[in-house]
Each structure stands twice: as structure tokens, then as C-alpha cells.
């Protein structure tokens, strides 16, 4: 396996969206995501983060590292959007360890989170989320089926106050729902239809 820490990432104060999980497989929705938040927020680039284990899906089927990796460079592009594992590399279980040793590696870095309308809603299970959401603004991608429940969720309601429109999505804190296309695919579809299972 190469070397899983991007290179350059802090260069001319790169504008940088991070999206995260588990890539088991990396799929076109993901493409999507990376694409689309490239343009409403004028990213440079996006760093896939491939997890060595997510916590909130311990017990459930997981491919390799590898192999995880392996699916999300073919996504990639390699130069504005690129795969890495760097929670492996840095031995980070939990994503605000991965945006602290982000920032202090990169702090000329402007990092932007990306996650979905579902992560959203269960964004208050996630370790120390509100300091995640102190740590980098937030841009939050629709999913079907999931609008209703993410902004009525709890993590919605406390932070209402730090709502901004994508545009004004350039400052330390805040998070933005992405007026995107919704993209139905999913790493679970996927796996129950390579297996035969109904999904």
C-alpha cells in the first residue's frame, strides 16, 4: 500500500472536503457526493477517508482496509479527488482525533466535512461530535428519504443556531444543508446485490 497521507494538502491554503467512512465499497453515490460538493462550495479537492473500523458498525460485515482503499481509488481521480487511509496511518479511531491531527498538520488547510443526510441524524451518537463541529464546518448532503428525520434530529436542533447557507460556508464553525441531486445508491445495496441477497 502506498503512502495514505495526501501530499501537498497544505499548499496555497487548498480548500479541502473530507468525506468519511467505511468504503465497503466505494461506489458512483459517493463519486456523487465528492462531485457535487466540489461544486457548491468551490473545493480543490476531496480526501476520501477510509476508515480502518468505523465504531458504529462494529459486528457488521467489513471488507479489508485494503481492499476498502482498493475500491476507493477507483473512484478517484488522484489529483482533485483522492483516497487515503489516513486514521490507519495515524492510529485515530474517532473523527475528531482525525480533524485535530488534520488541522495540525495542515493548518494553512481550510477543511470542510461532508457527510450525509443520515449521518446528520445520528451525528449525537458519534464521540464528541459537537467538537467536531467546533473544529471544521459541516456541509450536509441530502439521501432519500432522510431530510425529515435529519432536520428534525437533535443535532439539527441544537445547532440551528450555527445554520448557514452553503455560500457563507468559509468560516471555522457552522453547517450548510447542499441543495444537491439526490443519489440513491448505497454500499448496502451494493453488497446485497453482489451477494444475491434482497436489499
Known amino acids: 500500500m502506498s503512502d495514505p497521507v495526501p501530499r501537498f494538502g497544505d499548499r496555497r491554503g487548498l480548500r479541502i472536503g473530507l468525506l468519511g467512512g467505511s468504503f465497503n465499497p466505494a461506489h458512483a453515490g459517493h463519486l456523487h457526493v465528492a ?8 473545493l480543490d479537492q476531496v480526501w476520501l477517508l477510509v476508515s480502518p473500523g468505523n465504531p458504529l ?16 481509488r477507483g473512484i478517484a481521480d488522484g489529483r482533485r479527488i483522492l483516497a487515503t487511509s489516513v486514521e490507519a496511518a495515524w492510529g485515530t479511531r474517532f473523527t475528531a482525533d482525525t480533524v485535530r491531527e488534520l488541522r495540525r498538520r495542515f493548518p494553512r488547510a481550510q477543511f470542510i466535512w461532508l457527510m450525509g443526510a443520515d449521518n446528520l441524524a445520528q451525528l449525537p451518537r458519534w464521540d464528541r461530535w459537537r467538537e467536531i463541529v467546533r473544529a471544521v464546518p459541516v456541509a450536509v448532503l441530502p439521501r432519500p428519504g432522510e431530510k425529515r428525520a435529519a432536520l428534525a434530529g437533535r443535532a439539527a436542533r441544537v445547532l440551528r443556531h450555527l445554520r448557514v447557507r452553503p455560500g457563507r460556508l468559509t468560516g471555522p464553525v457552522g453547517w450548510a444543508w447542499l441543495p444537491v ?4 445508491l448505497s454500499a448496502t445495496a451494493l453488497r446485497a446485490l453482489s451477494s444475491g441477497e434482497p436489499s
Open 35 to 42: 462531485r457535487a460538493a466540489m461544486r457548491q462550495l468551490g
Open 57 to 72: 458498525k462494529a459486528g457488521m460485515a467489513m471488507g479489508s482496509l485494503e481492499d476498502r482503499l482498493g475500491s476507493a
Open 181 to 184: 441531486r439526490e443519489n440513491p
